[in-house]
């Protein structure tokens, strides 16, 4: 693993712009942009784009995606949005009356919604799961595993305060008790090591605007080979055997190409989006993951020394992803702190009473020291 130098140059981030907050929209290279508007111009002239368009992007995608992951190009399957992608995974999983499906407090609400109505229908439990004591959350997820579960479903990083659950003993305990494990990586796929061999997911959804550094509207789905002969949201044509002849469309079949192709969403085929969202995995394949980790780490232990210098604290890294900084605020701050640093070009945000910081490799150190120096300004240290 290795440093990365500073990659401002790559994107268009004007020098007053101070950008900490990748967790809501990691912005997109340039290089991104022109390859969306490389792919949006083909329908300028649509006849010349050939059969053979509708499905080159993806061929080429998909096992980028699964590279990502560190799971195999079978598994990878096309969404809109996490929810998209939790609604397919809650259409495949088997619960009883009684069991207990484990949501952590403070989800976010697409990761919550889906399995009330889940447990609703099955007469499952939900449990929210909250850390208690001297013990992370982690810790308290794990403690929760055990014969009454069915269903785990969580982040790998909350987004709400950056804390870290440790996935792969989490699918080793739901292995253990044979429960369903679903995984969302939007706050951390691009920007933390995930093997999908290691941690044996059922499903792990995957939305490509934050971390990505994709456009809005794209993601994916992994899908574990015990559910790829599943049921899919939708009934469409492309995923079909032989939907690549497009003089025989009306052979209707069955037979849906292999693996978790049948889970794509419809029109997957977009010409805007999936080139750029193939750019910018491309550029965080070049990158390496664990080099994101390990510069994001290296920075970030930095940045919460400062800002526990002026009275902002973070959470231990232990208990947080290295990525993500989310100091509790004292209750003198101003309601309208976030406004205020927003008015001189500086972005972060707010979620409760916790500031969310999460810098990337555009952030330098002229950043830093603008958004140290202003919160203690605002801050009154």
């Known amino acids: 693993m290795s440093v990365i130098p500073n990659q401002r140059h790559l994107f268009d981030i004007p020098d007053d712009v101070a950008y900490f907050n990748t967790a809501t929209m990691g912005p997109m290279t340039k290089a991104s942009v022109e390859a969306g508007k490389t792919g949006l111009a083909r329908k300028l002239q649509p006849w010349f784009i050939q059969d053979t368009d509708f499905f080159a992007d993806t061929a080429r995608l998909r096992p980028l995606l699964a590279r990502l992951i560190h799971g195999d190009t079978e598994g990878i399957a096309f969404v809109p949005s996490v929810s998209y992608a939790l609604a397919t995974a809650a259409a495949n999983i088997s619960l009883t009356k009684g069991q207990e499906i484990l949501v952590l407090g403070d989800q976010f609400p697409s990761n919550v919604y889906v399995w009330r109505a889940l447990a609703e229908s099955t007469g499952a439990k939900l449990k929210t799961i909250t850390s208690t004591g001297n013990s992370t959350l982690s810790e308290c997820l794990l403690d929760a595993i055990g014969p009454n579960t069915g269903l785990v479903a969580c982040a790998h990083i909350r987004w709400t305060d950056g804390a870290l659950i440790d996935v792969a003993a989490v699918g080793k305990k739901c292995r253990e008790f044979g429960a369903a494990l679903v995984l969302d990586l939007t706050q951390s796929c691009g920007a933390l090591d995930f093997n999908a061999e290691e941690v044996q997911p059922d499903f792990v959804a995957v939305a490509g605007y934050k971390w990505l550094l994709g456009p809005y509207a794209s993601g994916f789905l992994y899908v574990g080979p015990e559910h790829r002969a599943g049921v899919p949201l939708e ?147």
């Not at 605020?329 to 500086?346: C, Q, V």
């Not at 958004?371 to 203690?376: D, H, I, K």
């Open 235 to 381: 009934r469409n044509w492309i995923t079909r055997k032989g939907a690549s002849n497009f003089t025989r469309l009306i052979d209707y079949t069955d037979e849906y190409e292999p693996g978790a192709e049948r889970f794509d969403m419809g029109e997957r085929s977009n010409f805007a989006l999936l080139p750029a969202f193939e750019s910018a995995v491309n550029t965080l394949l070049d990158w390496g993951v664990d080099n994101v980790e390990r510069t994001l780490r290296i920075r970030n232990a930095d940045l919460s020394e400062r800002l526990n210098s002026i009275g902002l604290f973070c959470p231990p890294e232990s208990e947080r992803g290295p990525h993500y900084l989310c100091p509790r605020l004292p209750e003198s701050a101003p309601d309208d702190l976030t406004a205020r640093l927003k008015a001189e070009g500086i972005f972060i945000s707010r979620r409760g009473d916790r500031l969310r910081i999460t810098p990337h490799l555009f952030t330098d150190d002229k950043d830093t020291d603008r958004l140290v120096e202003r919160l203690a300004h605002f801050l009154q240290v």
